[in-house]
């Protein structure tokens, strides 16, 4: 079984150095977990209500404006990241090409939003979105019983 475990240095191969091969599963098991650029997690967020509005904060540190999608739909706003990374490197004694494809999401539930008058902006890896709520005088009918 330990034959077929991957490795950064290659097929893994037991009895090259008694320890040494431990702390080499050891490296890459460690470093798989790492996070990298590429590889997305949920992300942090941190909603504040006011009586007038909704303030999201959303921590995207590494990712482009263009990568990041909001909709907002029935009182509920989807905030989505996609994101492509494409290595591509050649050098004279090996070529490595690697694709990698990371999504990540977060729907919240926001009773009472303008869903027209949203507010979005983004920098330096944070996105701030405000978010109106909808006056429910203003937006009342009135009923006549008959």
């Not at 702390?23 to 470093?31: A, I, K, S, W």
């Not at 996070?35 to 006011?50: C, G, I, N, Y």
């Not at 509920?76 to 004694?93: A, K, N, T, Y």
């Amino acid at each position: 079984m330990a034959r077929h475990l991957p490795s950064r240095r290659g097929p893994f191969r037991p009895g090259r150095g008694g320890f040494e091969d431990f702390y080499h599963l050891l490296d890459d098991f460690f470093n798989d977990l790492a996070p990298t650029k590429a590889r997305l997690q949920d992300f942090r967020l941190d909603v504040k209500e006011s009586d007038s509005e909704f303030t999201i904060e959303a921590e995207l540190p590494g990712v482009d404006k263009e990568e990041i999608h909001l909709e907002a739909k029935d009182e509920r706003l989807r905030i989505s990241v996609q994101r492509e990374e494409v290595v591509d490197e050649e050098q004279e004694d090996y070529v490595h090409k690697e694709r990698r494809l990371g999504s990540m999401e977060r729907v919240l539930y926001l009773p009472g939003m303008d869903e027209d008058r949203i507010k979005a902006s983004f920098q330096n890896g944070l996105l701030n979105i405000q978010i109106p709520k909808k006056d429910f005088l203003e937006d009342s009918k009135r009923i006549d019983i008959e």
